[in-house]
């Protein structure tokens, strides 16, 4: 089977529909409408909001081809209603964004499916587009994988943002914050996160601690003070 003789069809245009349909080479189908949905498409993806996946596939008429849905938090069992050749999920596990195109090779996808077949149909498909890291996953490690990408990805880079306001607030240029950011992320690959943590909470500074609570409170920045006392404190109970 080439890519060429596999037929796909995304259904959402936020960002995972967005880069799902530039990789699979097709135009995202809107989700409100399915306007423009294949009768002969051989896996059809939903990716929409976690809140309307269940939704949307209740829309699907029936189909010949496969049915998956790519968030994390949410069940097979929400595509149970449909008719199709079987149903599971393909959750790409990073973070994705419209006008940063990626290569399937940069995604690792965790997948699942109603059954064994449809798995190996699901997985061959992926591989055959050029996903390369491709993991097995029911709904419930989804979900904790989900969450962890939460905490590793999303807060970190609310925290980045902090950083840059305060940094453009004071004149600074905001990419000096880069290099720092690539060896936080670089120190993993050789140690765990608990070992390679460093700063003043780290090191229980206290003084250090104190005037940078100050600073932010001096800048206007409570609701981020707020953060800064709760994530120290964090680090030095688990130390």
């Keep these: 089977m080439s890519s060429e003789s596999v037929k796909v069809a995304v259904i959402g245009k936020g960002n995972v529909g967005t880069q799902f349909a530039r990789i699979f080479g097709t135009e995202p189908i809107p989700p409100r409408t399915l306007e423009g949905l294949p009768a002969d498409a051989d896996l059809y993806i939903i990716s929409v909001s976690d809140s309307v996946v269940k939704e949307v596939a209740e829309k699907m008429p029936p189909v010949k081809g496969m049915i998956v ?9 929400a595509l149970s209603a449909v008719k199709s050749k079987g149903y599971g ?9 419209k006008s940063r195109p990626l290569l399937p090779s940069s995604i690792p996808l965790l997948i699942e ?8 149909s699901i997985e061959k498909c992926a591989r055959e587009y050029g996903f390369t890291q491709i993991g097995i996953a029911d709904s419930e490690k989804r979900r904790r994988v989900h969450l962890c990408g939460t905490f590793a990805c999303n807060f970190t880079n609310a925290m980045i ?9 004071s004149g600074i240029d905001e990419k000096i914050i880069n290099p720092l950011v690539v060896e936080t992320i670089e120190k993993l690959r050789t140690l765990p996160a ?20 100050a600073l932010l409170e001096e800048l206007g ?3 981020e003070a707020e953060i800064y006392s709760l994530i120290s404190e964090y ?5």
Excluded: C, N, W
């Excluded at 999920?89 to 964004?97: A, G, K, L, N, R």
């Excluded at 499916?113 to 190996?120: G, H, R, Y």
């Design 69 to 77: 849905h790519t968030t994390g938090s949410v069940g097979i069992e």
């Design 235 to 239: 680090i030095m109970r688990s130390r």
């Design 161 to 169: 943002g902090i950083s840059q306001k305060i940094l453009s607030d």
């Design 194 to 213: 608990k070992e390679a943590q460093t700063g003043p909470a780290a090191r229980k500074d206290h003084s250090t601690l104190y005037s940078h609570r």
């Design 221 to 223: 920045m409570k609701e």
């Design 113 to 120: 499916a109603s059954d064994q077949k449809t798995l190996e």
């Design 89 to 97: 999920v393909m959750y790409p596990f990073q973070t994705i964004s």
